[in-house]
């Protein structure tokens, strides 16, 4: 009995977080700054949620998002599935050598390549456009490890055999190698959406105009605009409903992403 209330406590912990979000987003401002604070809003009001979306463009950042971590989640599945593949099953000189070059990349932290690359997308013209806020995301370190990981377990046999049959190189990436990647690639997918849609330093870099920001920024204005104690759960009324699509992401995606993040320990 004494376990079973640890594990409970230990599963609610995270939860708690996200419970406070929750009722936060539904108190009136009084309630919101009361001492001691309520566990659930004594007036439930919608109230915070209708400002929050109509102070700021929030549904127009909302979009910004989806296409900005949509298209970079998108790409990196892609560029690290073939990557990954001529890693895992291909041999040429310096491979080696050049996969953990790309993945030392891994360890440099994003603020030391920032100036870099944003002089390198300004002078592309790519300043302030969706394609210049996801050109850094278009490829990833860390996606090409991972690939390469699950697609050195799949059977050269079955590589082989499908050349001797006369099928190229496409079409056994895609009707013989990704579908056996399916926990791989859920996992890298949540990885990506849920990191490019809270990256918040890049998309301040590069993005000029407010109507290309995506909803970090646009909830970095709105706070801007409710400095006041009085409008604190407007804030919180905004980051939960920019919070809502990388929830809804893992919620559909969850027994695959758990079936991936377990495999992903015992790959060799």
Do not use: C
């Not at 900005?68 to 790409?75: C, D, E, H, L, N």
């Not at 993005?207 to 400095?227: D, G, I, K, Q």
């Not at 939960?240 to 992403?257: G, I, K, N, Y």
């Amino acid at each position: 009995m004494v376990l079973y209330l640890l594990l409970a406590v230990v599963v609610l912990i995270p939860l708690f977080p996200l419970y406070w979000l929750v009722i936060s987003a539904f108190k009136t401002p009084a309630e919101f700054v009361q001492i001691p604070p309520t566990a659930f809003p004594a007036e439930p009001t919608l109230n915070p949620l209708t400002t929050a979306l109509t102070e700021v463009p929030f549904f127009r950042s909302m979009a910004n998002s989806v296409i900005i971590a949509g298209g970079a989640t998108i790409s990196v599945v892609i560029t690290s599935i073939f990557a990954g593949y001529v890693f895992a099953k291909h041999q040429f000189r310096g491979k080696d050598v050049l996969f953990w070059a790309i993945v030392s990349t891994m360890f440099l932290p994003p603020i030391v390549t920032l100036v870099p690359l944003y002089h390198l997308v300004s002078s592309m013209g790519l300043a302030d456009t969706y394609l210049g806020v996801m050109l850094p995301w278009l490829a990833n370190a860390f996606g090409i490890f991972l690939m390469r990981q699950f697609i050195m377990e799949v059977p050269d046999e079955l590589i082989e055999a499908a050349r001797v049959d006369g099928a190229g190189e496409l079409r056994i990436v895609w009707q013989f190698v990704i579908p056996l990647l399916k926990p791989a690639v859920v996992t890298l997918a949540v990885f990506m959406f849920v990191y490019a849609w809270n990256n918040f330093l890049w998309p301040l870099s590069i993005l000029r105009s407010e109507a290309m920001y995506p909803v970090v920024l646009t909830l970095n204005r709105l706070m801007s605009y409710t400095m006041s104690f009085e409008f604190q759960n407007v804030v919180i009324a905004g980051a939960l409903v920019a919070s809502l699509p990388t929830l809804l992401v893992f919620l559909v995606a969850q027994r695959v992403f758990v079936q991936g993040i377990a495999s992903t320990g015992v790959k060799g």
